[in-house]
């Protein structure tokens, strides 16, 4: 190993040097320079002595993985010389073209090298030095020494502390935050999981339930790349994959506006992809689109004239939905309550006039009024929303809102038409994946008990206070669209889950970043501080790690055998990676730990793995298929010899495909050519379009539910709070409303400004935050409005504390008029550094400042908090990069 640690030594590149092409491609995606401030790069070339020693002839370039979440998903490329990783690079496979581009990484991808090979790698297996059984002083968690223990140490003080908790309190006290244990804790009885939204919003399920598309599960729910181009106008509710989701979805957006397309983007943020498209900017208040929408749909309402002035398609809304008017309402509805009598506050005395909704999302009137007028049924538009608007607390009823605003105009099933959401691995690009990857063919026959699962908007209270919602219906309806209907005949739904008592002791982290991504941080900490026993899995010293008893060095995905990064990613292509390198220091994978684990435990490893890692690899390359080039069926991807099958040593028989295997492990990505007119089309609702008798929706009436009896009912029996059947403005919980101690005064409260929290280009989500030349490159400021700085006396660079009801951070400000007055831009994902003598967040970690609020649907609010500002007087924060590395051994 220490000939390993030399090789990295020798053949490391100095940081600035690998910035300078890491800020250009930033910049050249960026337009403006929002992505940080200041950032001064000298140093524009690299010296060839500094790479002279390196053997690139001996070297091999290998297909690696890019294991950021990000949803861009890229083609990454390792030189491999002696055993270690020199240099990257990306898609060169290919010519570039407008239609076909390179699948080309960007800056994070690129700079995986200094991840995977990382100073900062967990290298021993380690334990808390005040540890003990039980516990020990478990208020120093996060504050102790670590001291190194060796593997089978470390495994029986598991093993022990497993069945010591199970005992003493019972199997479901052991609470597992991602599913890599799952294998081994399933075989010993039940435990518990969690469930949520983060990511999606109310988009999670909701969308089920009506009929449509969410964006994930159903991909081809907006029409293809080359449709939206015949679109004359796009309407994007946020909408910013130049920095959440690079890979190809702005050259996509770039490709709609060459071809004449106008883009209107309204975002609290005047983003760099709204630059990039010179897109008009309306900016608007955060957790406030619905009463934009229903502005834009009372404004169609009133003006429309079938004759002199068609806006609304009543042909549409008559044959497709249900619930617009009294006329069309659905048969199983139990409220008298129509959405165009809601509209024109028949029910509420409150118009959902321009006027109004300006009061709240800050959106001039005649802006809203003059936007509806364009998007009404005679001009073909697409209606696009990200996740983010629906990640609000009391958010349910968005997504419905934003389809029967689509359903208003008609713009669905038609050719550059469309309405739905457009974010992370499909963004840009609709459509049923054309390359699909295999299945494992792992079946274990041994008995398996399910988990319990918790709400990560409740997940760290419930555990403080031992309660929890036990609702089955949200965890398991998003696993398969098509069978939700199935989930909820099972449950009661005119009858309120019971909350249930748990007791969880044992807390075990793998795969997930639990602590830092979910809402409830600080709340979450203490939780790891009352429990007996705390184990993480992972290659650094996450936020995970750092609160833990023991710490397991994981391997990265370039250590492992090779696999498919994701199932689902661009539709028009299929990556694949191979082994890189080989487990560096004493680093493990987790399938190991279970397996060394069920020896002590008697869960014998057959039942949890009945086939190698190996043979399962070989078994999804062998079942991946491709689209035909007709665009009516698949058929085998990969080509495999009797050749192949003996070097692999696997069991399965030779096949034709459409690329050898070795080809493909080579290139690590297959793509399909794809071009305006080919047969790879989509245009999403068209077969319900044509007969929606034939071709009904999966939602309970088969037709678009503007009312929906059932979306009420299963938010009801869900027990939080009761949601109207109709598209209802609720004023979220954290939103503009309460900003206000008086929103009628006009009087503010004691958080008086909104925190936003944008995907950010440094990272994706909290992977990998630690990256010193990431860090270098890109500064984790709060962005804050020319006005609100100036009238808080905070000047460019400033440190600045940023205070909620739940939480404190620090960071430095960046003033922007590039942000809504009254928002503030925190970026998602920082590593949370706390201060253990006041409490405070210097990392600037997004979750620190929220709290466990649980809603409708329980869904996410991290997207909308209410905070405080103020210039900081204490001793200023150092930049990121300045902060030492989590470095233990
Ligand atoms: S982080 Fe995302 S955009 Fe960047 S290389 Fe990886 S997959 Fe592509």
């Not at 524009?44 to 002595?49: A, E, M, P, S």
């Not at 861009?72 to 690079?89: D, F, N, S």
């Not at 349910?396 to 038409?417: E, N, R, V």
């Not at 950010?760 to 630690?770: F, L, P, T, W």
Request: proline share 6%.
């Amino acid at each position: 190993m220490s000939n390993f640690i030399n090789k990295l030594i020798n053949t490391k590149i100095d940081r600035r040097k690998f910035l300078k092409g890491s800020a250009a491609v930033a910049a050249a995606v960026a337009g403006l320079p929002l992505v940080a401030y200041d950032n001064t790069l000298k140093e524009t070339t690299l010296d060839k002595k500094d790479v002279a020693h390196i053997n690139t002839d001996t070297g091999k370039w290998v297909a690696a993985a890019c294991w950021h979440n990000c949803g861009g998903k890229c083609l990454v490329k390792a030189l491999v010389v002696e055993g270690v990783v020199v240099r990257q690079k990306t898609d060169d496979l290919r010519e570039d073209t407008d239609d076909n581009p390179q699948q080309r990484a960007c800056l994070r991808g690129r700079a995986e090298q200094f991840e995977a090979q990382g100073a900062d790698r967990l290298k021993y297996p380690m334990k808390r030095k005040h540890w003990k059984p039980g516990g020990g002083d478990k208020s120093l968690r996060g504050k102790d020494e670590w001291e190194r223990i060796s593997w089978n140490e470390a495994l029986k003080y598991i093993a022990d502390e497993i069945t010591r908790v199970k005992n003493k309190y019972g199997v479901e006290s052991i609470f597992s935050t991602s599913t890599e244990p799952g294998p081994l804790l399933n075989k010993l009885g039940s435990y518990v999981s969690h469930w949520g939204t983060s990511s999606y919003g109310a988009w999670y399920a909701i969308p089920h339930i009506l009929g449509v598309g969410d964006g994930i599960l159903v991909r081809d729910a907006v029409n293809d790349r080359f449709d939206l181009q015949k679109s004359e106008l796009i309407v994007g509710f946020g909408l910013n994959p130049a920095w959440s989701a690079m890979g190809n979805a702005t050259h996509f957006y770039l490709e709609m506006k060459k071809r004449g397309c106008k883009f209107v983007i309204i975002d609290p943020v005047y983003t760099d992809t709204a630059a990039t498209l010179e897109a008009e900017w309306i900016p608007i208040r955060p957790g406030t689109d619905m009463t934009m929408q229903l502005a834009l749909a009372y404004i169609m309402l009133k003006e429309d004239d079938p004759v002199t002035n068609p806006l609304i398609d009543w042909d549409f809304l008559n044959r497709y939905t249900y619930g617009f008017d009294a006329e069309h309402m659905p048969p199983n509805a139990e409220v008298n309550e129509n959405f165009k009598d809601y509209l024109l506050g028949t029910y509420d005395n409150v118009p959902k006039t321009p006027e109004w909704a300006e009061k709240i999302c800050g959106v001039p009137a005649d802006t809203i009024r003059k936007l509806a007028r364009r998007i009404g049924k005679n001009t073909k538009v697409t209606l696009l929303t990200t996740w983010a608007p629906a990640r609000t607390h009391d958010s349910d009823s968005m997504p419905q809102l934003f389809i029967t605003l689509g359903a208003m105009g008609g713009h669905m099933g038609k050719s550059g038409h469309a309405t739905g959401t457009s974010c992370w691995n499909n963004a840009a690009n609709f459509g049923k994946a054309l390359v699909i990857a295999g299945s494992d063919g792992m079946v274990s026959k041994a008995k398996t008990y399910p988990p319990l699962y918790l709400n990560d908007t409740e997940g760290w209270k419930a555990i403080s206070e031992g309660s929890y919602n036990p609702s089955s219906v949200f965890p398991s309806i998003n696993a398969k669209p098509a069978d939700w209907k199935k989930v909820v005949s099972k449950v009661d739904l005119k009858k309120k889950v019971e909350r249930k008592p748990i007791n969880i002791q044992m807390i075990w982290h793998s795969g997930s970043a639990l602590l830092q991504t979910r809402e409830g941080m600080k709340q979450g900490i203490q939780v790891h501080r009352k429990v007996e026993f705390v184990l993480s899995q992972s290659s650094f010293l996450t936020t995970n790690s750092k609160y833990a008893d023991i710490v397991l060095p994981i391997t990265t995905w370039w250590e492992r055998e090779g696999n498919f990064p994701s199932s689902g990613c661009n539709r028009d292509i299929m990556l694949v990676y191979s082994n890189v390198i080989k487990p560096i220091y004493e680093a493990k994978d987790d399938e190991w730990v279970n397996i060394q684990l069920g020896k002590l435990l008697d869960v014998p490893e057959k039942d949890m793995y009945p086939i190698s890692q190996k043979q399962r690899f070989f078994n999804k390359l062998a079942s991946s298929t491709v689209i035909n080039k007709e665009g009516t069926s698949y058929e085998p991807l990969v080509e495999i010899t009797a050749k192949d099958i003996e070097e692999w040593g696997c069991e399965g028989k030779p096949q034709s495909g459409r690329v050898p295997l070795n080809k493909f492990l080579a290139d690590g990505i297959y793509q399909v050519e794809r071009h305006d007119g080919d047969n790879y089309g989509n245009i999403a609702y068209e077969k319900f379009i044509k007969d929606p008798v034939k071709n009904p929706l999966n939602s309970t009436t088969g037709l678009i539910e503007i009312y929906s009896q059932t979306k009420a009912d299963i938010l009801y029996s869900q027990g939080y709070n009761e949601v109207s059947p109709l598209p209802k403005y609720v004023p979220p919980r954290d939103g503009y409303e309460s900003t206000y101690s008086d929103f009628h005064d006009k009087t503010k409260g004691k958080y008086p400004y909104q925190l936003i929290n944008p995907h950010y280009i440094r990272r994706s989500h909290s992977i990998y935050d630690n990256v010193p030349w990431l860090r270098e490159a890109l500064k984790q400021p709060a962005y804050i409005s020319k006005g609100d700085a100036d009238k808080n006396g905070i000047k460019n660079g400033d440190t600045v504390l940023i205070t909620s009801a739940y939480g404190k951070t620090l960071r430095h400000a960046y003033v922007t008029e590039r942000v809504a007055p009254g928002v503030i831009g925190l970026p998602h994902g920082a590593w949370a550094d706390v201060d253990e003598s006041n409490g405070i967040d210097k990392g600037g970690a997004d979750n620190y400042l929220c709290g466990n609020i649980s809603t409708g649907g329980g869904v996410s609010g991290w997207n909308t908090q209410n905070v405080n500002l103020e210039k900081w007087t204490g001793s200023p924060i150092p930049d990121d990069v300045d902060v030492p590395q989590r470095i233990i051994f």
